[in-house]
């Protein structure tokens, strides 16, 4: 059995940056190039040699390592970060461990804890702790309001009842849709508020490829508004300089996603 696990590690690590992955259904060596101008324009200046880091939903540690991957090729005297993360799921954490831990070294890149965690519950992590938090995705609710599609996948919002809710006029349908999209905010609030919760005042947090609202993009998953990042810093009461979030529209997906920089304020 330790002999197959092994096998099949060692084939991910050889085939990795062209296999297409479910979540980003492109290989590696796409989403790079896709992704390349956005974070040396919104990760290079913000981290620095000894930093920590953090990133909220791991995954299986791809985006973590393109990361860090782009910064050392653009910068190759970065040195010592050390990076941390959580991750939901408990098979793609252990996957994450050992791919960091091979593919971490070369870059003279230290790895933290990498722990299962919920991104909307993360009490475990002190408050204040890194220099550079930020995660490649908010997955959003599928079902905000828990219909009863069993003939769709979870993610029934992509279609039936949700999509009769966007062109509906009647008060039912305004008052649903707006429950809807309210449920989606306050989980985007519990996910990115833990993010700036555990920043230190003063550093970085970015969300990238965010999903519009469910009405405004009718492929995609459902999200937030560009506005609505501005709109939640007094809402949730969120400790960030309104003047320091800017964003750039994502070219990689067919969707209308976008990436969002902020920063925490200082003390």
């Known amino acids: 059995k330790e002999q197959a696990h092994q ?6 690590i050889a085939n990795f940056r062209d296999t297409a992955y479910d979540d980003w259904d492109l290989t590696y060596n ?3 190039r896709g992704m390349t101008a956005w974070k040396k324009r919104a990760f290079l200046p913000n981290i620095q040699e000894g930093d920590k880091i953090y990133e909220s939903a791991i995954g299986l540690g791809l985006n ?16 010592s970060v050390i990076l941390y993360g959580n991750e939901y799921l408990r098979s793609s954490t252990v996957r994450a461990n050992e791919f960091l831990d091979r593919m971490l070294p070369p870059l003279q890149v230290e790895k933290g804890a990498v722990c299962v965690g919920d991104s909307t519950n993360i009490s475990y992590v002190p408050s204040d702790s890194f220099d550079f938090v930020y995660t490649g995705y908010i997955l959003p609710i599928g079902n905000p309001l828990h219909f009863n599609q069993p003939e769709l996948d979870p993610f029934s919002i992509t279609r039936g009842r949700y999509h009769e809710l966007c062109d509906g006029n009647d008060w039912r349908d305004v008052t649903l849709r707006d429950i809807a999209q309210r449920r989606q905010e306050d989980f985007y609030a519990a996910w990115a508020g833990e993010m700036i919760r555990i920043a230190k005042p003063g550093k970085a947090i970015i969300v990238e490829h965010v999903s519009q609202p469910k009405c405004e993009d009718r492929g995609d998953w459902g999200g937030v508004a ?5 709109e939640a810093i007094e809402r949730y009461n969120w400790p960030i300089d309104p003047d320091s979030i800017f964003m750039e529209d994502d070219h990689i997906y067919s969707f209308h996603r976008y990436h969002v920089f902020m920063r925490k304020k200082s003390e």
């Open 7 to 12: 096998a099949e590690f060692d084939e991910f």
């Open 30 to 32: 796409q989403m790079k």
């Open 64 to 79: 973590a390592y393109m990361t860090l991957e782009i910064l050392q090729q653009e910068n190759p005297s970065l040195k």
């Open 226 to 230: 560009k506005s609505w990042w501005f």
